[in-house]
């Protein structure tokens, strides 16, 4: 018995292939119309002209219903192996091609939320994972100095609770943070009640100052205050808390396990405090990093809150 060679497969045979496949899980050529969005009519000329370049007849149509012969079936079969092969190798190159390597420098801020940590470590384990060729360093700082890194070219990246906006940068924001005013246990306004603290007895007492002012409200609150020292990050204002001799604003979630052990007093919570916005922060430049982008989409699904536009800054 002479065999016919079958023609090397083409882009076409492969469409016709998928017509056909989708015309078998339809279950007929009328079922696979809203499927493939074509007509009855096209979708035949598609499977006669299938039929013709493999030369076997694949399906019969009639009275009984639509069915396939013993051949269809084997088509069949053969051409979903064909489908998973083809899905594999695209997933296998798509590895090979993402293969990133090289050197990503992170910067975030001594202010970022004691509450997304947990989060930020998840992202970093994903990147590892998914990237391990790539050499990731991390540095702490303070806020502005976040922005600054940015725009020099010393960081490629920065996460920050409050920094400022500066030309040249892009921001993401990504969800809100609380700030609250604080006192140590050893302040003379430790022991009042909110009731008792009134505009003019705040200003008697030193305040200290965040140094980045991100926005009217917060600005508008501090210049209210007797400001008398400053301090960017929150490990630094903390220690001038807790000395007692100044009050000075923590984000809430970092202040309330000094508030649980009686080492701080959140301060008229209710008119005192604003919210920082947490942002991503890379710079503004037409060549991107690959791992830069790929670590900010992470950042970016992980830990972006409703809420927000979805548009930089």
């Excluded at 396990?257 to 919210?275: G, N, P």
């Amino acid at each position: 018995m002479r065999h016919r060679k079958i023609p090397d497969l083409s882009d076409f045979d492969l469409k016709l292939l998928r017509v056909f496949a989708a015309v078998a899980n339809a279950g007929g050529f009328s079922a696979a119309e809203v499927a493939l969005n074509k007509s009855k009519s096209s979708i035949s000329v598609d499977i006669a002209s299938l039929e013709v370049r493999l030369g076997v007849k694949l399906c019969r149509r009639g009275r009984a219903g639509f069915s396939l012969t013993a051949e269809g079936e084997q088509i069949l079969s053969l051409a979903r192996e064909l489908f998973d092969g083809l899905e594999s190798f695209r997933e296998n190159a798509s590895r090979v091609a993402m293969k990133i390597t090289g050197e990503l420098v992170v910067v975030m801020d001594d202010n970022f939320p004691l509450g997304k940590r947990a989060e930020l470590a998840g992202i970093v384990k994903t990147f590892h994972t998914e990237h391990p060729e790539v050499f990731l360093t991390i540095r702490t700082t303070s806020p502005e100095r976040v922005a600054q890194m940015i725009l020099d070219g010393t960081a490629d990246m920065g996460i920050s609770a409050s920094a400022p906006d500066i030309a040249g940068t892009k921001t993401y924001p990504l969800f809100y943070e609380p700030m609250v005013l604080c006192c140590g246990r050893e302040h003379p306004l430790y022991s009042k009640s909110d009731g008792e603290i009134n505009d003019e007895a705040l200003q008697r007492y030193d305040c200290i100052d965040i140094v980045t002012r991100q926005h009217s409200q917060s600005r508008e609150i501090i210049n209210q205050l007797n400001v008398r020292a400053r301090a960017p990050t929150m490990q630094a204002r903390l220690i001038l808390i807790l000395a007692g001799a100044y009050i000075g604003f923590l984000p809430r979630d970092f202040a309330s396990s000094f508030v649980a052990r009686d080492l701080l007093k959140i301060v008229r919570e209710r008119d005192m405090c604003f919210t920082n916005v947490c942002s991503a922060i890379v710079r503004n430049e037409v060549s991107q990093s690959s791992s830069r982008e790929l670590l900010l989409e992470l950042v970016r699904r992980s830990l972006f809150e409703p809420g927000f536009a979805s548009s930089v800054r």
